[in-house]
């Protein structure tokens, strides 16, 4: 059986995937953190995301993206409000060629009953 904060992530990734920005942002918990390439970058709202998340899929798709794939996933830490979660993602041109993987430690939280990502934090290879 897979844990709240895993099925979070697929979630995620599904709407990642579909570029569904508005099922994108309704997969996350706000304020919504991530930490990538040394800066913090903070959304407030759910509409916030959905217009940030439109607005990267052009650099997505400049850079040969097709589709995202976790490589690994595993729970490092696990509450009845929160998980801790270590991933490996890979992304993908249209062929299935991985072009870029990183390391991510993404954090699940329960909010008004509702399971969602609320915290990413990357490594870049």
């Given at each position: 059986?897979?844990s709240n904060g ?67 996933i595993s729970v ?22 991985v072009y870029n ?25």
């Amino acid at each position: 059986m897979e844990s709240n904060g895993i099925t979070a992530v697929h979630a995620f990734i599904d709407a990642f995937n579909a570029q569904d920005h508005e099922m994108l942002a309704a997969s996350l918990n706000y304020p919504h953190l991530r930490l990538a390439n040394g800066r913090f970058l903070e959304v407030e709202s759910a509409a916030e995301y959905a217009r940030l998340s439109d607005s990267l899929e052009s650099r997505l798709r400049g850079e040969g993206w097709d589709h995202t794939v976790i490589r690994s996933i595993s729970v490092v830490h696990s509450g009845e409000q929160k998980e801790h979660i270590a991933l490996t993602i890979d992304r993908c041109d249209a062929t299935g060629h991985v072009y870029n993987s990183f390391d991510t430690l993404w954090i699940a939280t329960l909010v008004d009953d509702h399971w969602g990502i609320q915290f990413r934090s990357s490594f870049l290879r």
